[in-house]
């Protein structure tokens, strides 16, 4: 059969990108909200509590993502020179982080001047996400995106979602460095293998040490690697897999699980439930593409991704996720003093929180994210297949 070239569209990334951004803010709201609600409302907020699996799923795009082009350039290694690669992912990342870092500092300096002018005393709280009250060594771990691999809560300093970004940066080298010359060598068993290897060696050999900042999502970047790889392969034994198995049906399935194993009787590692999210995302992501390939659109209950809004809360979900935690604490902070009711306060908590963070992470995007991004979205907003 001849086969044909044709393009399909992902913008259903963005909109699990923005997504998955929005419920990482409400899942940090939810520690603050008031504890005298009735019980059908702390039911219903019960649903927020599972943040650190949106961050997988960050990390599963991130991998997808950055193993499509590989993919299609069937040769196993990265397009361009890896100076290339690194000034894309450098541009990509960093501009944002680092205008983020600013704004907590200059936050920071707010608050030092209204302690000294003023009667105002800054109250730390417990699960505040953004704390003024770090050292000259904070700044220049994080101005290195090393500041994730300190013990402890140390890794959560200054801004607490930033542990993340330094995850990311770290994985970034180790795309091209190690993954990849794993692949081209002993396939995707030892890639998997040796991913969730390095990313439990803390936990297993040091006690937990650095849990607080999950090495183990290289392996749920290895997991989005693959999940490109059935997507977009050519290969017959690739494709046999991508169109035999039942995708939707183990995107439930595991998700289920990630459910299941993260309830706190259980008592299991972290780890275990975070993995399981990310190989749900994965399973979704491959359904999704493979049904665009049948049918250039995706099923009715998952079209809500690739809505005007799911796509532009995406264009601007680094951003959200940069810097939510700074206005997240804030609107605590003021709220708490108000002396409102439980339900005044839990709603306006949610509200304002919620509004001022993707107001502020729109305009932050338009002055420091948009001029970074607008040529790589363009670029890969369509992927070129061949159909057989």
Known sequence: MVS??????????????????????????????????????????????????????FIVLSGYCL?????????????????????????????PYYATLIFCFLVTAAIFVLEK???????????????PNYSFVDVILHLLLIHNLTPGTLAHAINLPLWSVAVEWQIYFLFPLLLL??????????????????????????????????????????????????????????IRLR???????????FAGIAF????????????????????????????CTNFLLEKNTLPKGLRVLESPVAITLGAFSYSLYLTHGVIVTLVHHFLHDLQLSAITYTVLLYLVSVGISLVFAYLFYLAFERRFTTNRRLKHKSIDIKTH
């Open 4 to 57: 044909t070239d044709r393009k399909i569209r992902l913008q259903y990334l963005d909109g699990i990108r923005g997504f998955a951004a929005l419920y990482v803010v409400f899942s940090h709201i939810l520690p603050h909200q008031s504890h005298n609600l009735p019980a059908w409302i702390l039911l219903a907020t019960k649903l927020l509590r599972f943040g650190s699996m949106g961050v997988a799923v």
């Open 67 to 95: 193993m499509l082009p590989v993919v299609r350039q069937k040769t196993g290694y990265i397009p361009g020179t890896l100076v290339d690669y690194f000034k894309r992912r450098a541009r990509r990342i960093l501009p």
């Open 117 to 131: 002018l003023t009667h105002f005393k800054w109250q730390t709280v417990p699960y505040d996400w953004f704390y």
């Open 181 to 238: 010359p794993l692949l081209r060598r002993w396939g995707w068993l030892s890639v998997i293998l040796i991913a969730f290897i390095i990313g439990l060696t803390p936990h297993y050999l040091f006690n937990g040490l650095m849990d607080v900042s999950r090495p183990w999502l290289l392996g749920s970047f290895a997991i989005g690697m693959v999940a490109a790889e059935i997507g977009f392969s050519q290969k017959p034994d690739w």
């Open 243 to 253: 169109k035999s198995v039942p995708w939707s049906v183990l995107a439930v399935i």
């Open 260 to 287: 299941l194993t993260e309830w706190k009787k259980l008592r299991l590692d972290a780890w275990i439930f975070e993995s399981f999210a990310a190989l749900a995302a994965a399973c979704l992501i491959i359904y």
